[in-house]
């Protein structure tokens, strides 16, 4: 049973340039939140995505944008990429159902270098 | 939003049992408390959940107290490769559709031999 992958492991980029980042869920999960993890912080909530909508968002600008796929997996893209989005960007799924649980499966996460 | 307050710190020796404190103190009636572990570079991994009382697992047990507002993750007999971050969170159940999980900045431990 796979679990969750992200890709691609890293990338770097040039301040201004945009980027995507792929996540597909573990098996049987229909949920899919997104992170930031700058180094030596705990992880920043961006999004969370269910049914293929955006469900919950975090203090992120609109540069940051995703989509979910009818197969859960998904999508986070950052626009005008700035030297301060250099980070581990994380994806997490989870099944919907049990309300109230924090209980995800994260995947190993993209490292971003913005120059 | 339930936030976590946790130390920042904390040293311990191969062997000994391990006991982290987190205080919610505005924890909401149908939020669960999860603990996770991160290792540098990789994801959080899900060690523990529980609602009430106590839960134990192959790897920590959980204790939470009558009232909720604080809870201990339990680690028996610790090793180096426990040196790690851990976090508690609880789940934010009162946003309709959807809920955010919300990291504090996690207790990071040290395990010295």
């Known amino acids: 049973d796979a679990g969750v992958t992200q890709s691609p492991t890293h990338l770097i980029k040039t301040r201004g340039q945009q980027v995507t980042l792929r996540c597909s869920p573990k098996s049987g999960h229909d949920t899919v939140s997104w992170y930031q993890q700058a180094l030596g912080q705990g992880p920043q909530f961006i999004f969370q995505y269910y049914e293929e909508e955006e469900r919950q968002r975090g203090n992120f600008p609109d540069r940051f944008s995703g989509h979910q796929f009818p197969n859960y997996s998904s999508e986070l893209n950052v626009n005008a990429l700035l030297l301060g989005d250099s980070a581990l960007y994380l994806c997490a799924s989870k099944v919907k159902a049990l309300a109230g649980s924090s209980e995800q499966y994260f995947g190993p996460g993209t490292r971003l270098t913005v120059t | 939003l339930a936030k976590t307050t946790q130390p920042i710190s904390m040293d311990s020796y191969e062997g000994q049992e391990v006991n982290i404190t987190c205080s919610h103190n505005?924890?909401?009636?149908?939020?669960?408390i999860t603990w996770y572990q991160q290792f540098p570079s990789q994801g959080p991994r899900f060690i523990i959940q529980g609602y009430k009382t106590k839960v134990t697992n192959e790897v920590a047990s959980l204790f939470i107290p009558a009232d909720r507002k604080s809870s201990t993750l339990s680690l028996p007999r610790v090793s180096l490769s426990d040196t790690a971050v851990y976090y508690c969170?609880?789940?934010?159940?009162?946003?309709?559709?959807?809920?955010?999980?919300?990291f504090g900045a996690g207790t990071r431990l040290f395990v010295k031999a």
């Open positions: 969170l609880v789940g934010d159940s009162r946003n309709t559709g959807g809920f955010k999980t919300i």
């Open positions: 505005n924890i909401a009636t149908n939020d669960y």
